[in-house]
């Protein structure tokens, strides 16, 4: 049974440049949603995309963002990037409809901005 | 603004005791409650949740106890063991939101010595 794969595990960046995460989700999930954590910080929520719809997003600026593809697989993209953006993307899906079930989670991609 | 707060950075047990981290939230929304483990390099682990309306969840060595009218909840590991050592986190689901959005904490390492 596949658990969540992200894709890179790190990647450098410049200030400006821009970035695109991968993520699968759980086999027999639908659900995908993307957070950051920064280095001492606890995961943020970015969005949720379901239907392959951006369907709740958090605090975050315009510069990011993402897609759902027909086989649930997702992508974050950033544009911009901003010397701030160098943090921990974690990936975590879930099945809709199925109540109080845990999100689960990636290994993440270790982004780092020079 | 933090709605949800680990206030112990970090907890250190002997092997064999019980080790107690603590969560505190602001928002009286949240109507289910997780335990995520985090390993280095490695993405968050559920570990337990719980729901609003009982106030306490077993899973072998873990309990998860919730005091809705403290607005807090604590996880205990009896007996802790050397393996249990990670950062924790306490996440919260706000119950307008059906669409699993989760508010982390910062995180509480716990080191287990033998």
């Known amino acids: 049974d596949a658990g969540v794969t992200q894709s890179p595990t790190h990647l450098i960046k410049t200030r400006g440049q821009q970035v695109t995460l991968r993520c699968s989700p759980k086999?027999?999930?639908?659900?995908v949603s993307w957070y950051q954590q920064a280095l001492g910080q606890g995961p943020q929520f970015i969005f949720q995309?379901?239907?392959?719809?951006?369907?709740q997003r958090g605090n975050f600026p315009d510069r990011f963002s993402g897609h759902q593809f027909p086989n649930y697989s997702s992508e974050l993209n950033v544009n911009a990037l901003l010397l701030g953006d160098s943090a921990l993307y974690l990936c975590?899906?879930?099945?809709?409809?199925?109540?109080?079930?845990?999100?689960?989670f990636g290994d993440g991609t270790r982004l780092s901005i020079l | 603004d933090q709605q949800v707060k680990q206030n112990s950075p970090s907890l250190s047990v002997q092997e064999g005791r019980i080790s107690i981290l603590n969560c505190d939230y602001t928002?009286?929304?949240?109507?289910?409650f997780l335990w995520y483990k985090k390993y280095p390099a490695e993405g968050p682990t559920f570990l337990i949740s719980?729901?609003?309306?009982?106030d306490k969840n077993e899973d072998g060595r873990f309990t998860v106890f919730l005091n809705k009218s403290a607005k807090h909840l604590s996880l205990h590991i009896v007996p802790s063991q050397p393996g249990d050592s990670a950062v924790y986190f306490c996440?919260?689901?706000?119950?307008?939101?059906?669409?699993?959005?989760?508010?982390f904490g910062r995180g509480t390492q716990l080191t287990v010595w033998p």
């Open positions: 086999s027999g999930h639908d659900t």
């Open positions: 995309y379901y239907e392959e719809e951006e369907r």
């Open positions: 719980i729901s609003s309306i009982k």
């Open positions: 928002n009286s929304m949240f109507d289910y």
């Open positions: 996440a919260a689901r706000d119950r307008g939101s059906t669409l699993g959005r989760l508010y």
């Open positions: 975590a899906s879930s099945l809709e409809g199925t109540g109080n079930q845990p999100q689960h």
